[in-house]
């Protein structure tokens, strides 16, 4: 079984908290949090101010993923009490051993991600200092888009690496991911599952959470 993370860019804007609020009483583990700022992805999503407007309205930790340019500038905007891990993109760091250690010293557990093109020996050097890897199996930027399975065997491969050297980080995969295709992920290793629109658009919500993590009958 695998943990799931809804990403909240696919609920609805307009009446936010009420859907956020729906969607954590469904057994999620955390709830994502796609951070977008128009210049390293083509998209804006929303910032820190929408992110805390949800303080309180749930008790389920931040899983924020910063799609961002140089983002130690606005690590500190994202620490909260409910946050867990702050997740930045391998591409966008100058220094990224510098950015982990920033992380760490703000008092959230790291996270780093790779885009489809990025290999995933890039991260070999900094594993010991990673607390979540984020593999996106779609280009960020949008919700909605096609499942893309090159993002399988880099699970595989962290996978392989953790156990090697005896480490405990969380492997993730984000993007075209539902009820559908989540065993692929599943099989590969994958540890927790971030889902937007398959989780925010189902008929029955409750059971494509469950479908995903791979805990529903028949699943
Ligand atoms: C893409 C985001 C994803 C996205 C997932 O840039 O990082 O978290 O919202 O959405 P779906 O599940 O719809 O692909
Ligand atoms: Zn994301």
């Given at each position: 079984?695998?943990?799931?993370?809804?990403?909240?860019?696919?609920?609805?804007?307009?009446?936010l908290?009420?859907?956020?609020?729906?969607?954590?009483?469904r057994?999620?583990?955390?709830?994502?949090?796609?951070?977008?700022?128009?210049?390293?992805?083509?998209?804006?999503?929303?910032?820190?101010?929408?992110?805390?407007?949800l303080?309180?309205?749930?008790?389920?930790?931040?899983?924020?993923?910063?799609?961002?340019?140089?983002?130690?500038?606005?690590?500190e905007?994202?620490?909260?009490?409910?946050?867990?891990?702050?997740?930045?993109?391998?591409?966008?760091?100058?220094?990224?051993?510098?950015?982990?250690?920033?992380?760490?010293?703000?008092?959230?557990?790291?996270?780093?991600?790779?885009?489809?093109?990025?290999?995933?020996?890039?991260?070999?050097?900094?594993?010991?200092?990673?607390d979540?890897?984020?593999?996106?199996?779609?280009?960020?930027?949008?919700?909605?888009?096609?499942f893309?399975?090159?993002?399988?065997?880099?699970?595989?491969?962290?996978?392989?690496?953790?156990e090697e050297?005896?480490?405990?980080?969380?492997?993730?995969?984000?993007?075209?991911?539902?009820?559908?295709?989540?065993?692929?992920?599943?099989?590969?290793?994958?540890?927790?599952?971030?889902?937007?629109?398959?989780?925010?658009?189902?008929?029955?919500?409750?059971?494509?959470?469950?479908?995903?993590?791979?805990?529903?009958?028949?699943?």
């Open positions: 079984m695998a943990k799931i993370a809804p990403s909240i860019l696919a609920a609805d804007f307009a009446r908290g009420e859907d956020v609020k729906d969607i954590c009483d057994g999620i583990d955390y709830l994502h949090i796609d951070v977008m700022d128009g210049s390293f992805v083509p998209n804006i999503s929303f910032g820190a101010a929408v992110m805390k407007s303080n309180g309205i749930t008790t389920v930790p931040y899983d924020v993923h910063l799609m961002i340019w140089d983002p130690d500038r606005y690590i905007n994202f620490v909260t009490p409910f946050t867990e891990f702050i997740t930045v993109h391998y591409e966008a760091c100058d220094d990224l051993a510098r950015t982990l250690s920033h992380i760490k010293e703000a008092g959230a557990k790291t996270g780093v991600s790779i885009k489809p093109g990025t290999v995933p020996e890039v991260l070999d050097d900094y594993l010991k200092d990673i979540q890897i984020l593999v996106m199996s779609v280009e960020p930027g949008f919700g909605g888009q096609k893309m399975d090159s993002s399988l065997p880099k699970i595989a491969y962290y996978k392989a690496k953790r050297l005896g480490l405990d980080y969380v492997i993730s995969v984000d993007g075209g991911v539902g009820s559908a295709n989540a065993h692929l992920v599943r099989d590969a290793g994958v540890d927790l599952i971030v889902a937007g629109s398959a989780v925010f658009k189902a008929a029955d919500r409750t059971a494509e959470i469950a479908a995903i993590k791979g805990c529903a009958e028949n699943a």
